[in-house]
């Protein structure tokens, strides 16, 4: 499997956008990810951002995260609802496709408590997608709280532009069993969020820091084909660090480390 490395524009340091992909790629960084409304703010002055990021900071912008704040929405059956989180699901693959960011990260759910898997919202997902095969854009659909979603989603839309972003933090709090998700759908997996906690809360940590398994998380990786996709971390610090190139360094070093033994 030949992947790149990657990490989550906001690395857990309150500077400007523009300064932590400068940092990021000093570090070696060669991809990252954003959420959407921090994707907008580097147009101001550039027309095509993933030609930017790569001509400015040699940097690729491997996907943008949708906000999940009505995530829930999709499920409504108040159309008012699930209309208000079609357009900007639509909105976000639209701008992708102008930009060249290949993949939109969506999350399926939200809360403890998500909405019943139902039609219209099947129904609104087919919707999505066939936008995003439009635009020449795929939709990774993360794991969050529950596989239900995701997992139905995936086995009801056939379609190479719908897969999985897999999120290794979340499938150690909620997977059951952790890893079976991404064993069933390794062909399809787009995007990768990678980062590790206590089995208690989601806390971002580096990987080996928590207690999630990455020697069975790397022997799955293996059996991916077709090159893969980036090993991307979205980790945050947990401790005090004065230089943010520290973290950085460190950060880099535990993806090279997985990069190894990914093989």
Request: net charge negative; hydrophobic share 35%; glycine share 6%.
């Amino acid at each position: 499997m030949k992947t790149d490395l990657g990490i989550f524009s906001h690395f857990g340091f309150n500077l400007p956008l523009e300064e932590r992909l400068s940092l990021i790629s000093e570090s070696g960084f060669a991809h990252v990810f954003t959420y959407f409304d921090d994707a907008e703010t580097l147009t101001q002055d550039n027309n095509h951002i993933n030609a930017y990021l790569g001509r400015t900071f040699n940097l690729s912008l491997d996907s943008i995260h949708s906000s999940y704040d009505d995530a829930n929405f999709v499920w409504s059956n108040e159309e008012k609802d699930r209309q208000k989180i079609l357009k900007y699901y639509k909105d976000c693959l639209d701008f992708c496709s102008k930009h060249g960011i290949p993949n939109l990260v969506i999350h399926p759910i939200k809360t403890d408590t998500p909405p019943p898997f139902s039609q219209v919202g099947l129904g609104l997902f087919l919707d999505v997608t066939s936008h995003a095969e439009a635009r020449g854009v795929r939709v990774a659909l993360e794991n969050t709280r529950t596989n239900e979603h995701v997992d139905t989603l995936l086995g009801k839309i056939d379609s190479k532009s719908l897969g999985l972003c897999y999120d290794t933090s979340h499938d150690n709090l909620y997977g059951d069993p952790p890893l079976s998700l991404l064993n069933k759908w390794l062909d399809r997996l787009l995007v990768l969020h990678l980062s590790d906690n206590l089995g208690e809360k989601d806390d971002h940590m580096l990987p080996g820091k928590g207690s999630f398994d990455w020697g069975a998380f790397t022997q799955v990786l293996r059996k991916v084909k077709n090159g893969g996709c980036p090993l991307m971390l979205e980790a945050f610090p947990e401790r005090d660090y004065n230089d943010p190139r520290v973290f950085l360094q460190e950060a880099f070093d535990k993806l090279s480390e997985l990069r190894k033994m990914v093989g």
